[in-house]
């Protein structure tokens, strides 16, 4: 088993999801649920995620018994020529088609037609790899189809409509959102007395179920996208739902943030995680160390949770496991961790013969966009400007972490042959007094080793400015083991035009680090 990814996402909905319809008397309101799943399928925005999670709904109304059975004309779905068009607007292929369609069958055209349009319109501009084109008159002109024809809406599409809108981005002013919310004022019946109790309620993260909630994280995770608001509606679910939660669950809730590099504002995140392992560590030993693997590219490891995986009735259930090698390679880095990032730390380890390497090979991100990569352009920069024997590529250095491109430098700044030197540094370190700098460590050392780092833009989140957590960790335990390490942003790569102008950047780089090599380089 490997650590939970992301998932190919929801089904698109039914048209009458994400709406219930209510009873005489009832109330109602969109389903949180519902609404959210929508949402994810059709890949919105995180503005309209978190909206989801942090506006409240649409205000729920009663409806009287006068209404019920009773809908207007044109208000409900007809059998024959109506569900026809019903199905043509479900299998329309652009907002021009959807117009077309509703235009030219006026006889046919149902209340609830127009709710089906608007929802299959919120499809197309989600739809993948690119959405159609969209023209702002034919928006007007469905616009001006539902704004003439919603005095014949019932209460129920009139909401589902409304709803829609919202989400769909037409503003909260403009002429078909004032005109559903005119007629929803003029359906609501006479004001009942204050209840005791508020009938408005937000749609609160604890309000929705795990399953929308994992995947809610699962979306955030697979695209990169760091939305504090929905990162923390995640952290506050899962405080608030700890003991309904079981560790399997909670790994796929944990994932986001170790992958965003994100830690919660919400303080009670770490204790209820603490807990959760406490409490579920032995009954899912493969969901434990994947949240322990969260919590490293946080730095917020729990001791009395390693003691548990790092112990050797932990490690000897785990051998005899289909996942064994997949654990023993996150309890190796784990051990690293340990080694290199807690000092205090004086509880079991992982047995030397227990331990792998941890990423024997370039990440499989990298290998699935290699042609998108800048590595081969600046191998061959490195090539010309130094030559073939004073770099190595994807080497892989003790623990098990893949370098893009290492070089040997003397003490000097004389770039060496790699050849004739150990291209290692020693694993575990040699000790350094406390509050030394990391890298000081290759001063006893006859020759130090620079790391060039490609920072692809896949690298980052989304928002391009913050590392993922596996990318921080790896740059972070490199130099915490002694290598110096040398970044190449994709920023800066990008804009370097054709060879010349690269191998320029890349003697400007390596300058300023005060490295000299031979004129043999060119």
């Given at each position: 088993?490997?650590?939970p990814?992301?998932e190919p996402g929801?089904?698109?909905?039914?048209?009458?999801e994400g709406a219930?319809?209510?009873?005489p008397?009832?109330?109602?309101?969109?389903?949180?649920?519902s609404?959210?799943?929508v949402?994810?399928?059709a890949?919105?925005?995180p503005?309209r995620?978190?909206g989801l999670?942090l506006?409240?709904?649409?205000?729920p109304?009663c409806?009287?018994?006068?209404k019920?059975g009773?809908?207007?004309?044109?208000g409900?779905p007809?059998?024959?020529p109506v569900q026809?068009?019903?199905r043509?607007?479900?299998?329309a292929?652009s907002?021009g088609?959807?117009l077309?369609w509703?235009?030219?069958?006026p006889?046919?055209?149902r209340?609830?037609?127009y709710s089906?349009?608007?929802?299959?319109?919120?499809q197309l501009?989600?739809?993948?790899?690119?959405?159609?084109?969209?023209?702002?008159v034919?928006?007007q002109?469905?616009?001006?189809?539902?704004?003439?024809n919603?005095?014949?809406?019932?209460?129920?599409?009139i909401?589902v409509?409304l709803?829609?809108?919202?989400?769909?981005?037409?503003?909260?002013?403009?002429?078909?959102?004032?005109?559903?919310?005119?007629e929803?004022r003029?359906?609501l019946?006479?004001?009942?007395p204050?209840?005791?109790q508020?009938?408005?309620?937000?749609?609160r993260?604890e309000?929705?179920?795990?399953h929308?909630?994992?995947?809610?994280a699962?979306?955030l995770a697979?695209?990169r996208l760091r939305e504090?608001?929905?990162?923390?509606?995640?952290?506050?679910?899962l405080?608030?739902?700890e003991?309904?939660?079981s560790s399997?669950?909670v790994?796929?809730?944990v994932?986001p943030?170790?992958?965003?590099?994100y830690?919660?504002?919400?303080?009670?995140?770490?204790p209820?995680?603490?807990r959760?392992?406490a409490?579920?560590?032995?009954v899912a030993?493969?969901?434990?160390v994947?949240?322990l693997?969260s919590?490293?590219?946080?730095?917020c490891l729990?001791?009395?949770?390693?003691?548990?995986?790092?112990?050797p009735?932990?490690?000897n259930?785990?051998s005899?496991t289909?996942?064994?090698?997949?654990?023993r390679?996150?309890?190796?880095l784990?051990d690293?961790a340990?080694?290199l990032?807690?000092?205090g730390y004086?509880?079991?380890?992982?047995?030397?013969r227990q331990?792998?390497?941890?990423?024997?090979q370039p990440?499989?991100t990298?290998r699935?966009?290699c042609?998108?990569s800048?590595k081969?352009i600046?191998a061959e920069?490195?090539?010309q400007?130094?030559?073939e024997?004073k770099y190595?590529?994807d080497?892989?250095?003790?623990?098990g972490?893949?370098?893009d491109?290492?070089?040997?430098?003397?003490?000097?700044g004389?770039v060496?042959?790699?050849?004739?030197q150990?291209?290692?540094?020693?694993?575990?370190?040699r000790?350094?007094p406390?509050?030394q700098?990391?890298?000081?460590?290759t001063?006893r050392d006859p020759?130090?080793?620079v790391?060039?780092?490609?920072?692809?833009?896949?690298?980052f989140?989304r928002?391009g400015?913050v590392?993922?957590?596996s990318?921080a960790l790896r740059e972070?335990h490199?130099?915490?083991m002694?290598?110096?390490?040398?970044p190449?942003p994709?920023?800066?790569?990008?804009?370097?035009?054709?060879?010349p102008?690269?191998?320029?950047y890349l003697r400007?780089?390596?300058?300023?680090?005060?490295?000299r090599w031979?004129p043999?380089?060119?």
């Amino acid at each position: 088993m490997r650590r939970p990814r992301g998932e190919p996402g929801p089904r698109a909905p039914r048209p009458t999801e994400g709406a219930t319809c209510a009873g005489p008397g009832e109330s109602w309101s969109p389903s949180p649920n519902s609404m959210l799943r929508v949402l994810l399928s059709a890949q919105t925005s995180p503005a309209r995620l978190s909206g989801l999670l942090l506006i409240p709904p649409v205000q729920p109304c009663c409806l009287g018994p006068s209404k019920w059975g009773d809908r207007p004309v044109g208000g409900g779905p007809s059998a024959g020529p109506v569900q026809g068009l019903q199905r043509l607007l479900e299998q329309a292929k652009s907002p021009g088609e959807l117009l077309r369609w509703l235009g030219q069958n006026p006889s046919k055209v149902r209340a609830h037609h127009y709710s089906v349009a608007l929802r299959r319109l919120g499809q197309l501009l989600g739809s993948r790899p690119r959405p159609p084109p969209v023209e702002q008159v034919t928006l007007q002109d469905l616009s001006q189809l539902i704004i003439r024809n919603c005095p014949s809406f019932d209460i129920h599409t009139i909401h589902v409509c409304l709803h829609l809108a919202v989400l769909l981005g037409f503003p909260s002013d403009g002429p078909l959102v004032c005109a559903l919310e005119q007629e929803r004022r003029l359906r609501l019946p006479p004001k009942p007395p204050p209840p005791l109790q508020p009938l408005l309620r937000e749609a609160r993260p604890e309000e929705l179920t795990p399953h929308v909630m994992v995947l809610l994280a699962q979306h955030l995770a697979r695209h990169r996208l760091r939305e504090p608001q929905l990162l923390e509606a995640i952290a506050h679910f899962l405080v608030v739902q700890e003991t309904q939660l079981s560790s399997k669950v909670v790994q796929k809730l944990v994932l986001p943030f170790g992958r965003l590099n994100y830690l919660p504002l919400e303080q009670q995140f770490m204790p209820c995680l603490e807990r959760i392992l406490a409490r579920e560590a032995g009954v899912a030993p493969l969901a434990t160390v994947n949240i322990l693997m969260s919590l490293c590219q946080l730095r917020c490891l729990p001791f009395r949770a390693l003691h548990f995986v790092f112990s050797p009735g932990f490690i000897n259930y785990i051998s005899g496991t289909p996942h064994a090698l997949i654990v023993r390679r996150y309890l190796s880095l784990l051990d690293t961790a340990v080694e290199l990032e807690l000092p205090g730390y004086r509880g079991p380890r992982l047995p030397r013969r227990q331990q792998v390497p941890i990423f024997p090979q370039p990440l499989i991100t990298d290998r699935a966009r290699c042609k998108y990569s800048h590595k081969d352009i600046v191998a061959e920069g490195l090539r010309q400007l130094l030559g073939e024997e004073k770099y190595r590529q994807d080497l892989t250095v003790p623990p098990g972490y893949c370098t893009d491109f290492l070089l040997c430098v003397s003490s000097s700044g004389a770039v060496l042959p790699v050849r004739t030197q150990d291209p290692f540094l020693p694993y575990p370190p040699r000790s350094c007094p406390q509050g030394q700098a990391a890298s000081s460590a290759t001063t006893r050392d006859p020759a130090q080793r620079v790391v060039l780092v490609l920072r692809e833009r896949w690298h980052f989140c989304r928002d391009g400015r913050v590392l993922l957590g596996s990318r921080a960790l790896r740059e972070r335990h490199l130099g915490l083991m002694g290598y110096q390490l040398l970044p190449l942003p994709f920023e800066e790569l990008e804009s370097q035009r054709g060879l010349p102008q690269l191998k320029s950047y890349l003697r400007q780089k390596l300058q300023a680090l005060g490295l000299r090599w031979g004129p043999e380089g060119g």
